[in-house]
């Protein structure tokens, strides 16, 4: 899947071989790191990294330790009598895993543009005490990120209640272009699943 070019200081993650191969056609899951302390949320002092994903034709983000793996898009089977967003349940490995279409839940209705490739990334059990996936349209890149990229101020959940932690400023660079800017949102996907839990 071509990317554009993430402009120096704006580097991908690059945890385990898997993680890069994730994002082929028929790569493997990329893993999230093993976490040895609670709640590690940075790469260094003042970085924040996040899984890039595409809804409609926009860019959203979760933070990376609110993962656990990314995998194509398989069969799910529907449960009865369950909100529209609840697109059901797969067999992942031998774990019964509830699958919420992200685009559903949050009221998204453009159709992605150009060739995409649809993916479920699979939440950190410390979000929930059940197996949950996110359906996306496509997974773009792991991202590492400093602080003054992100708006927190006049973005985030606590001010706001659409349930984001802030608006990410991202800049990429093609050959011959000049930088270009664009807006990605950082979702609060804790505070989306709370709301929902009773469903789950």
Same mark, same amino acid.
Do not use: C
């Given at each position: 899947?071509?990317?554009? *070019?993430? =402009? =120096? ?13 994730? +994002? ?15 709640? @590690? ?10 899984? #890039? +994903?595409?809804?409609?034709? #926009? ?8 993962? $656990? ?19 059901? @349940?797969?067999? &992942? =490995? ?13 009221? @998204?209705?453009?159709?992605? *543009?150009?060739?995409?490739?649809? $993916? ?14 996110? &359906?996306?349209?496509?997974? +773009? ?5 400093? /602080? ?5 101020? /006049? ?6 209640? $659409?349930?984001?932690? !802030?608006? @990410? ?12 800017? !664009? &807006? ?5 996907? =804790?505070?989306?699943? #709370? ?6």
């Amino acid at each position: 899947m071509n990317k554009p *070019s993430i =402009r =120096r200081g704006y580097i991908m993650a690059t945890y385990s071989v898997e993680a890069q191969a994730a +994002f082929n056609e028929e790569g493997p899951a990329i893993q999230a790191p093993v976490q040895t302390m609670s709640r @590690i949320r940075t790469k260094g002092a003042g970085t924040i990294q996040v899984v #890039e +994903f595409i809804l409609g034709n #926009e860019l959203f983000a979760i933070d990376l330790f609110d993962t $656990r793996e990314v995998i194509t898009q398989t069969e799910v089977t529907p449960l009865p009598n369950t909100p529209p967003y609840l697109k059901g @349940i797969i067999d &992942l =490995r031998g774990m019964i895993t509830t699958i919420i279409d992200l685009k559903d839940l949050m009221h @998204i209705t453009t159709e992605s *543009s150009g060739k995409k490739k649809s $993916r479920i990334i699979v939440l950190d059990r410390s979000i929930t005490e059940k197996p949950i996936g996110i &359906l996306v349209d496509d997974v +773009f890149s792991v991202t590492t990120y400093g /602080n003054e990229d992100i708006d927190k101020e /006049n973005t985030s959940s606590q001010k706001t209640h $659409r349930d984001i932690l !802030g608006v @990410i400023r991202k800049k990429t660079k093609t050959t011959g272009e000049k930088d270009k800017s !664009g &807006l990605v949102v950082w979702l609060d996907i =804790r505070t989306m699943i #709370e709301k929902i839990a009773a469903e789950l």
